[in-house]
């Protein structure tokens, strides 16, 4: 992990009308909006069609809390969004559109979700317009380091249908690629990423210890079929060579991803038909990871995809636990709620489970094929010494890293510190009046409210409920 400056990350002592169109015609100056660093979002939902339905997805209730005038539709797919995780629901006269996709909260300056100033006394801004005139809120080393750009991207999602086996390309890998095909990988940067469970979340990451494999490879003779006996030998016969059990890991991923469709199609036909009859005969499928399989098979039928899980970790998230997706690590985001960091990009190399463009060459010749157990994927939180109310999620890239803050029920006043970089606070539970030097007035917070925090500014917490704060804060620390 780098080393950085020592910060103190957490506290002490602890309109718009609804078509979003400003209520009156006098913008303040250009002075005067540069006095105000500490403002509220309105963020953009993305919707895709993994999203969870309705009121079950966590990305509509904070959609619902963050917006009192947004309807949620029960029946719809919500993926990604940064507001409300209550159970409640708001009737209103917005409605949000889904199209029958899923459905993200996207956090951030991004130009396909840039998210748009609450303040009735701003002239419509979106905060990638506010950052371009005014790049001092970044702080001077995010400043200088990511050439005057906000360098992260915070989303919320809600998973109920697998999303891609995919990787994200380190920085040259993503320039040639946009170079090469614009229209499907949109930018040149590279898009590390962390996910940390809201809820119970499933994935997978990385590939399975060569042992693992093998024992699949033996009890499910439908995955050997497509990986062949002699690629199947020579991984069992390299296991203890770390070099080469990469090398002919590569080899027998690769060969499975490229099999001809008629020949994988039968191949999980046979097994999806066989763990079916195993399961009402009241056996255990578990050796053949039995209930995922039918659920992927259940979700994309005829995917190769569905065959990875024989590779990659199955990974199982805990409430605040959290995995990093480094480049070119494989992974595929499969049920649950999570908070989600990243580089500022929205590059993706996909292989199966989607409907979108794949690009099984690439995703293969970048793969960092190097196994390890599910228990080394989980990446560790460090609660601040300074404030025991801030754990923070610190990953080993300069773009970004997340703090947790848990607020408890007994402190009524809390201040969330200042930091040298621009942050986006996002509040999950409680409710509180937030006050700054640097805001035109108190600004009230509750369950999907999104603050944007300018470098160098702190936000005093007068909180309101009964049960405590919840928040996560995405920031730079360099």
Not at 309 to 338: K, R
Not at 407 to 430: N, W
Request: include cysteine.
């Amino acid at each position: 992990m780098r080393k950085k400056k020592k910060q103190n990350l957490g506290g002490g002592d602890s309109g718009r009308d609804v078509t979003g169109s400003l209520t009156h015609t006098q913008p303040i100056s250009q002075p005067a909006m540069e006095e105000v660093r500490v403002f509220p979002l309105t963020c953009a939902v993305q919707n895709y069609a993994w999203g969870k339905i309705g009121m079950d997805s966590e990305v509509a209730r904070l959609v619902v809390g963050g917006d009192p005038v947004a309807v949620v539709e029960e029946g719809k797919p919500y993926a990604e969004a940064p507001e409300r995780l209550t159970r409640r629901l708001l009737l209103s006269s917005l409605t949000i559109n889904h199209f029958g996709l899923q459905h993200y909260l996207w956090m951030g300056a991004h130009p396909k979700g840039d998210a748009q100033i609450k303040d009735n006394r701003i002239a419509q801004t979106t905060l990638g317009e506010w950052i371009a005139h005014f790049p001092g809120c970044l702080g001077s080393k995010v400043k200088d380091t990511f050439q005057g750009q906000l360098p992260f991207l915070f989303k919320v999602l809600s998973v109920n249908t697998a999303l891609s086996i995919q990787a994200h390309p380190n920085r040259a890998l993503a320039a040639r690629l946009h170079d090469q095909f614009p229209e499907h990988y949109p930018d040149d940067n590279h898009k590390p990423e962390m996910a940390i469970a809201l809820t119970r979340f499933q994935g997978l990451c990385g590939f399975r210890p060569v042992e693992e494999i093998l024992g699949f490879l033996k009890t499910v003779p439908e995955f050997r079929a497509l990986v062949g006996n002699e690629a199947a030998e020579e991984l069992r016969c390299g296991a203890g060579d770390a070099a080469h059990a990469s090398q002919t890991l590569k080899k027998c991923f690769t060969r499975m991803m490229n099999c001809e469709k008629k020949v994988f199609v039968d191949q999980l036909n046979m097994l999806v038909k066989r763990v079916t009859e195993e399961g009402a005969a009241g056996k255990d499928t578990a050796s053949s990871h039995g209930d995922l399989l039918l659920r992927l098979h259940s979700q994309y039928p005829g995917d190769i995809g569905c065959f990875s899980i024989f590779f990659l970790n199955h990974m199982v998230l805990e409430p605040g636990q959290a995995m990093f997706l480094g480049a070119n690590e494989p992974h595929a985001y499969l049920h649950g709620d999570c908070i989600e960091c990243m580089a500022c990009s929205d590059n993706t190399v996909r292989a199966g489970l989607t409907p979108k463009y794949i690009d099984v060459n690439t995703l293969c010749e970048m793969l960092n094929y190097s196994p390890a157990p599910a228990g080394s994927k989980i990446f560790p939180c460090v609660q601040d010494a300074s404030d025991p109310c801030v754990s923070l999620y610190d990953p080993p890239v300069p773009d970004f890293a997340v703090m947790r803050i848990q607020v408890p029920a007994s402190v009524k006043q809390y201040t969330v510190a200042a930091v040298d970089s621009a942050s986006i606070l996002l509040v999950i539970e409680g409710d509180a009046t937030a006050t700054s030097t640097a805001a035109h007035s108190d600004i009230p917070l509750g369950p999907g409210s999104v603050l944007f925090v300018s470098a160098n500014e702190s936000v005093s917490l007068h909180a309101a409920s009964k049960s405590g704060m919840a928040m996560f804060r995405a920031c730079c620390l360099l």
